[in-house]
């Protein structure tokens, strides 16, 4: 009953952008934590980064200085701002969120998003 939809990837030359966006729907009481992974080829699935509630971020040291993660309470949404993309940037980015509902508390992940960095 609790539904997070990432949009906003696709394909990007060598120092592009893009933002992608994640939108939580549902019998949502609360949201606590929020972040990004994201999984390429033949790899497991890393933490790219993360914002709690209130803020406070964290970001994996690869990305660090480049992307920029933000939330928004009120309309439950966040959003990963992407700079200066590089082909090691390549790979299916999710959205994933911890959620409080009347029933219980537990962890969603959105299907995915495909970021292509390449020229």
């Known amino acids: 009953q609790v539904q997070l939809v990432e949009s906003g990837g696709g394909l990007v030359q060598p120092g592009g952008s893009l933002r992608l966006s994640c939108a939580a729907s549902g019998s949502i009481f609360s949201i606590y934590v929020m972040g990004w992974y994201r999984q390429a080829p033949g790899k497991q699935r890393e933490l790219v980064a993360h914002?709690?509630?209130?803020?406070?971020?964290n970001y994996a040291d690869s990305v660090k200085g480049r992307f920029t993660i933000s939330r928004d309470n009120a309309l439950k949404m966040m959003w990963l701002q992407m700079n200066s993309l590089q082909p090691k940037d390549t790979a299916v980015y999710y959205c994933?969120?911890?959620?409080?509902?009347?029933?219980?508390?537990?962890?969603?992940w959105g299907q995915g998003t495909q970021v292509t960095v390449s020229s």
């Open positions: 994933t969120a911890r959620v409080a509902t009347m029933v219980a508390t537990d962890d969603y």
């Open positions: 914002i709690t509630s209130s803020g406070s971020t």
